[in-house]
């Protein structure tokens, strides 16, 4: 059956370089304590009166439509979610076409997805990988988005030693979970061993708290109520960045 598409967002400038036309997927593995999108997690179809399915052929031509925005400011495709790479199937071959127009194709992907059929079903036909770095203990990366990290770590290291495709770290600043002494020091230690010499810090946007009462959840009471100030963030992206340098 094909997957359930909670939005469609053309002419985005903020998920990959360039002018983009990003597919948000319904449905995710994960269950981030502080996730943006907390209606997007469920394959239901029911939670939200947005959502549809598309064939492959409608699909593609509304990414088509922007081809000569991609052109003309080297952006492209990006199919978001939820996790994208829990439709592998269905966006082989709609990938596979994109690439044949020299449309540049993105995923932004929490990392929990299976390395084997992605290699063979999308790895040829991907450029970019939004790559999700959150928790690194594996205890707390269970307790606060709902999984072990060891997967997620081994197809970043799958994905950067293996493959040719550019990969682009985001770590979304939550504070109390993300920016622990403990994590940052962990990241820092996987992106050095990786050799990974850039990353991006998602600022931390508490509106999801709203989107959660919504839905009838109740937040962690942990969870920051408010986002930081840039300085905050600056201290933080620098401290990681420290490790980076570290020989
Ligand atoms: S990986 Fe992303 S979509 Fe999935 S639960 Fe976490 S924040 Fe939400």
């Known amino acids: 059956m094909d997957p359930v598409i909670f939005d469609i967002a053309r002419g985005s400038l903020s998920d990959g370089p360039g002018i983009r036309t990003v597919v948000f997927f319904q449905g995710c593995p994960l269950r981030c304590l502080w996730c943006h ?51 592998m199937e269905y966006l082989r071959d709609i990938c596979r076409h994109l690439k044949k127009n020299n449309v540049s194709v993105a995923f932004d992907t929490s990392g929990y997805f299976d390395f084997e059929q992605f290699e063979r079903t999308l790895a040829d036909h991907t450029d970019l990988m939004l ?28 994905l950067v030693l293996n493959t040719i495709i550019h990969v682009m770290i985001r770590i979304p ?33 508490p509106s999801f708290f709203d989107k959660l009462k919504k ?23 620098n401290r990681i960045k420290a490790f980076l340098e570290t020989p």
């Open 37 to 87: 999108n907390p209606e997007s997690q469920s394959m239901e179809k029911e939670v939200s009166g947005r959502l549809r399915v598309y064939s492959e052929d409608e699909l593609m031509e509304i990414l088509m439509r922007d081809t000569a925005f991609y052109a003309a400011s080297g952006g492209g495709v990006t199919f978001s979610g939820g996790e994208p790479l829990m439709h």
């Open 131 to 158: 790559f999700d770095l959150k928790i690194i203990d594996d205890q707390g990366s269970v307790s606060s988005i709902g999984s072990s990290s060891s997967l997620i770590l081994e197809n970043l290291r799958r």
């Open 173 to 205: 600043a939550v504070p109390g979970f993300v920016l622990t002494d403990e994590n940052i020091r962990d990241i820092g230690l996987v992106l050095r061993q990786l050799r990974i010499r850039s990353f991006d810090l998602v600022p931390y946007n």
């Open 215 to 237: 839905l009838g959840l109740s937040p962690d009471h942990r969870l920051s109520l408010s986002p930081l100030c840039r300085d905050e963030e600056r201290s933080y992206e």
